[in-house]
């Protein structure tokens, strides 16, 4: 079993930063990939940035947000810039086996806001 605990969300104005954080506890969190999906209302689920045998991104959000992972810590990190209103969705942390595509584990989610 994996716990995760998002942090960080908010809301701002067009063209600021955020970080957000997810605490991730239990059993071998390190054999797991870490990683952020949001999902905007009325719009399905997609894919952000992914933590774990290397570094992935959404198309989206390439060049404006970057993951980072403490493994001292069990942490994943999602630092956010020059945010826009299409960013405004539910950010989701999830874990699952490295190289596996598969996520059994989730979080609450944390909201992002982003006025234009």
């Known amino acids: 079993q994996v716990q995760l605990v998002e942090s960080g969300g908010g809301l701002v104005q067009a063209g600021a930063s955020l970080r957000l954080s997810c605490a991730a506890s239990?059993?071998?969190?390190?054999?797991?990939?870490l990683v952020w999906f949001r999902q905007a209302t009325g719009k399905e689920r997609e894919f952000v940035a992914l933590?774990?045998?290397?570094?992935y991104y959404a198309d989206s959000v390439k060049g404006r947000f970057t993951i980072s992972r403490d493994n001292a810590d069990d942490t994943v990190y999602l630092q956010m810039n020059n945010l826009k209103s299409e960013d405004t969705a539910v950010y989701y942390c999830?874990?699952?086996?490295?190289?596996?595509?598969?996520?059994?584990?989730w979080g609450q989610g944390t909201q992002v806001t982003v006025s234009s």
């Open positions: 933590a774990g045998g290397g570094t």
């Open positions: 239990g059993r071998a969190v390190r054999s797991y990939d």
């Open positions: 999830a874990a699952g086996p490295i190289g596996a595509r598969r996520y059994d584990y």
